[in-house]
């Protein structure tokens, strides 16, 4: 079974400083989703990548995909404290199957 | 924001008690999944729905039943609660099955005493 692993798994940042975290899967990927999750919320879907080297940007927050399909990062540039919460990946492993979710990694932001 | 409902919000019951979850949805979505997460496990699948009555076990279903009598909603039940299902759960629905944004309820908080 596909297994993804987040790297780091919790992050503390000034704000105003960059970040990235890591989604590395155990299998090519076919779709990797990024989520964010605010403390004792739901999950609010970020951004979707499909193809090699694709890589996608909303407002501060910018996602790729690596050519092979099995690692995927997520950049914060200028981090705020609206961007505290657990960040998940989710990966779509081809073959007919649900979606299966990285451990989460849990981002601090403070003044 | 997906039309995605759950209920209750917040439950404590005692164990042994049978309990239900809801979930609904306004978006007619096909797909319907039922996760439950916990520190430093993540987000776990029990079960998942892939139509009216259609329902297929996730990687830990053992303690649960689903039921999908109709496209909007989709009930998760614990027949006889125990500790170790204290967690929060949550709903997740999809238009596509495992691709295709999935998007997921506010979360019900389960204490089990």
């Known amino acids: 079974s596909q297994e993804l692993e987040q790297s780091p798994q919790s992050l503390i940042v000034q704000e105003g400083k960059n970040l990235t975290i890591n989604c590395t899967s155990s299998?090519?990927?076919?779709?990797l989703y990024w989520y964010k999750q605010k403390y004792g919320e739901g999950l609010i879907f970020l951004m979707m990548?499909?193809?090699?080297?694709e890589e996608k940007s909303h407002e501060k927050i910018t996602a790729k995909l690596d050519e092979k399909k099995q690692q995927s990062s997520l950049h914060i540039t200028a981090s705020q404290p609206s961007h505290a919460g657990i960040y998940l990946c989710?990966?779509?492993?081809?073959?007919?199957?649900?979606?299966?979710f990285g451990k989460g990694t849990r981002l601090s932001v403070i003044a | 924001d997906a039309g995605i409902t759950q209920s209750p919000r917040h439950k404590v019951t005692e164990t042994g008690t049978p309990v239900t979850l809801r979930c609904h949805q306004t978006?007619?979505?096909?797909?319907m999944y039922w996760y439950r997460q916990d520190p430093g496990h993540g987000l776990r699948l029990i079960h998942y729905?892939?139509?009216?009555?259609?329902?297929d076990k996730g990687e830990v279903s053992d303690g649960y039943s689903v039921s999908r009598s109709k496209t909007e909603d989709f009930l998760l039940t614990l027949e006889s609660a125990t500790s170790s299902q204290t967690s929060v759960y949550f709903c997740?629905?999809?238009?596509?099955f495992g691709a295709g944004s999935t998007y997921f309820g506010p979360g019900t908080r389960l204490t089990v005493t």
């Open positions: 989710g990966a779509d492993g081809g073959g007919n199957t649900p979606l299966v």
């Open positions: 997740a629905i999809s238009e596509t």
């Open positions: 990548l499909q193809k090699g080297g």
């Open positions: 978006e007619n979505h096909r797909y």
């Open positions: 729905s892939y139509g009216v009555k259609d329902t």
């Open positions: 299998k090519t990927l076919y779709g």
